[in-house]
Every structure is written in structure tokens, then in C-alpha cells.
């Protein structure tokens, strides 16, 4: 049987780049090349992996562009609007998450790549016509310096050692 | 504005540029999804790209170390296998460095940016359970004196950064759409 928590530990740090990466998987975990293969299938299939590729960094490729559009909906409307957002190609996120009053009226957010800043805001005015939504409330955050990017680390490596 | 050579090479740019980047071009845009699970993933890559495998490998390579590539493997959906929220601090301007540091010091950070906005700090903080990252969030907020506003998600309309690249000069505001 693989160990699911020790799969995700190996692969949330990416595949290694060898001819058999699946194979050096199952060396690190005790397991082997076919288990990891399908359970990696197997967690495709339950929506577990959203998908499994090459993640690049936007910004080292040109699109140096990146708003977070935050936006202010009553929450009858939410589900229907935030759908609406995210059918645009340019739109990679479009999320509910909950308003913090007085500081935070917001609670549907979107993120917009784009190429420079006149690309995003184009988009997102194609976004306010195409969604009808000119009356709403919303603010965007550009950001300005990255500090960290990597892949999530939902699982410490120090975790890991205490329950082998 | 499209990419700059620096990204991809350290060498100079040549006239064999164009043809290097439209194939990284493609390369992404193919395997940005729908890794090969293969036992042999990188050669079926390879196959389709019409390059040999220990091309491919090296490619990915110096991709990879001039951080372009962040990594080839899994993309997790939040909040199935493990818990996580987008946390934002209004920060002093002069303190911003000092504070953006310390949290990006925190393996369950992945993400930490700088945006323009009165809360200006934004960083994703990940956790195997919600008692393990609501103990992260306390220690962060300890370590910088600052409130964490912490909002996460409560439902995903929708999650892809797997979108088609356009890398070659001039091509995005003209050729849009085209592929």
C-alpha cells in the first residue's frame, strides 16, 4: 500500500529530472513505479491533482502584470458572478472567500495576468461590461514586489521524519 | 512588452533566439497540463517535441535554474489535501522588507507579494490541518506584532494558471486569440 502523505511529500516538490522519475519516486517512498503511477492517476481522477505539468513563473517569462481585482457582491449574487469571472481565459482564479468588516468589504476575488498594466486593465474592463456588473464595488491590487513563489508545502519535511 | 532574452539565456542574443523561444513556447504550452504518466514521461515529451530526451532534460534544466520553471509536477487543489488561507497584513512602509522576510521564511508560505493596496502584504500560508495553520498564523502575528487578516477561500469558481502563453515579441497584444 502507498503512503499517500509520503507521495505528496515527494511530489509537492516537483518530479525529479530523470529518465524515470516516477520510479526515483517510489526509491524515495518505499514504493513502486506502477503504485505511484496510478495513484497519481487515481488522484487526477478525484480532482485531488488539478493538474500535473510544468509550472512556470509568469513574471521570469514577460508577464510581469498581476492584479488581484477584489470585489464587493451581495451574497445572493456571489456564485452567479464569480462563475461569470471565470470563464475568461486571462482570468487564472476566481475565488469566494469571507469580507472582514469594517477593514475588508470585499468577498469575490479574481486574479488577472497580463503583460503590462494597460493589458490588465483592458481585461478587466472586458470583464465589467461582459458581467454587467459597473454598479459593483471592487478595488485593484497590482503587486508590486515578489517576495517568495514556490509550490505549496502542505506537508513539513520535519513532520514527515517524526512519524517514520 | 514580451520576454526578455535575459529570462531564458545567459548568453547573448543571437539569431537562433526566435527559434529557441517558440520552442520553450511550445514546450510550455503543451505541457502545461497533461504531463505524460508514463514510466518514461520526459522521453514521450521529448517524442512529441521532436527533440531527443537528454535535450529535453537539459532544457528543463536551465529552465529551471534560471527560474523560469518553478517545477514540473503536481498542481494540488486547495483544500483537499490539506488546508490554507491568503493572509494580509497593512504593514508599515518601512518596515516592509524586515516583515516580508520573516514570513517568507516560513516553509508553509508560498507565495508573499507586495501590492498596491493600505493592506499591502499578501501572502498563502498552507497547513496539513486547521489547527496547525491557525498555531502558523498566531506565530506570525507574534513574530511581527502585526494582525493577519486571514481569508480563505470559501469557494472556487474557478483555478487555472495553466493559461496558453504567447513569448514571442509584439505577439500579445496583436496576435491574441490566433492559436
Known amino acids: ?164 | 512588452m514580451a520576454i526578455e532574452p535575459a529570462n531564458l539565456h545567459e548568453k547573448e542574443p543571437h539569431m537562433g533566439q526566435h527559434v529557441e523561444i517558440e520552442r520553450i513556447q511550445k514546450m510550455l504550452n503543451q505541457f502545461q497540463h497533461n504531463l505524460p504518466l508514463s514510466s518514461t514521461p520526459y522521453a514521450d515529451m521529448a517524442r512529441q517535441l521532436g527533440m531527443p530526451e537528454q535535450q529535453l532534460l537539459t532544457l528543463l534544466e536551465e529552465l529551471k535554474s534560471s527560474q523560469v520553471i518553478s517545477r514540473i509536477g503536481a498542481v494540488f487543489k486547495p483544500n483537499r489535501i490539506g488546508v490554507s488561507t491568503l493572509a494580509a497584513m497593512a504593514v508599515p512602509q518601512h518596515r516592509l522588507i524586515d516583515i516580508a522576510n520573516i514570513i517568507s521564511a516560513y516553509p508553509a508560505v508560498n507565495h508573499n507579494y507586495e501590492r498596491e493596496h493600505h493592506f499591502n502584504l499578501w501572502f498563502v500560508v498552507t497547513a496539513e490541518n486547521k489547527q496547525q495553520l491557525n498555531r502558523t498564523l498566531k506565530d506570525m502575528e507574534q513574530k511581527t506584532g502585526i494582525v493577519i487578516l486571514s481569508l480563505p477561500m470559501e469557494k472556487d469558481y474557478h483555478i487555472d494558471l495553466g493559461f496558453p502563453l504567447q513569448l514571442i515579441d509584439g505577439g500579445t497584444k496583436n496576435n491574441k486569440g490566433e492559436h
Open chain 1, 1 to 164: 500500500m502507498i503512503n499517500q502523505r509520503l507521495l505528496i511529500a515527494a511530489l509537492q516538490n516537483g518530479l525529479p529530472l530523470v529518465s524515470h522519475p516516477y520510479a526515483e519516486i517510489a526509491r524515495q517512498i518505499n514504493s513502486t513505479e506502477q503504485e505511484v503511477i496510478d495513484h497519481i492517476a487515481t488522484m487526477q481522477q478525484q480532482g485531488d491533482i488539478k493538474r500535473m505539468g510544468i509550472v512556470v513563473r509568469h513574471r521570469k517569462l514577460g508577464y510581469t502584470a498581476n492584479a488581484m481585482v477584489v470585489w464587493d457582491i451581495a451574497d445572493e449574487q456571489v456564485d452567479e458572478l464569480g462563475a461569470c469571472f471565470g470563464q475568461f481565459d486571462f482570468v487564472t482564479l476566481s475565488y469566494r472567500r469571507p469580507r472582514h468588516l469594517p477593514d475588508w468589504p470585499y468577498n469575490l476575488f479574481c486574479m488577472i495576468h497580463g503583460q503590462d498594466r494597460d493589458d490588465v486593465l483592458n481585461n478587466l474592463q472586458l470583464m465589467i461590461n461582459s458581467c454587467n456588473v459597473e454598479h459593483i464595488k471592487y478595488s485593484v491590487l497590482f503587486s508590486k514586489r515578489c517576495f517568495k513563489q514556490r509550490g505549496a508545502i502542505y506537508i513539513n519535511e520535519k513532520s514527515i521524519k517524526e512519524s517514520a
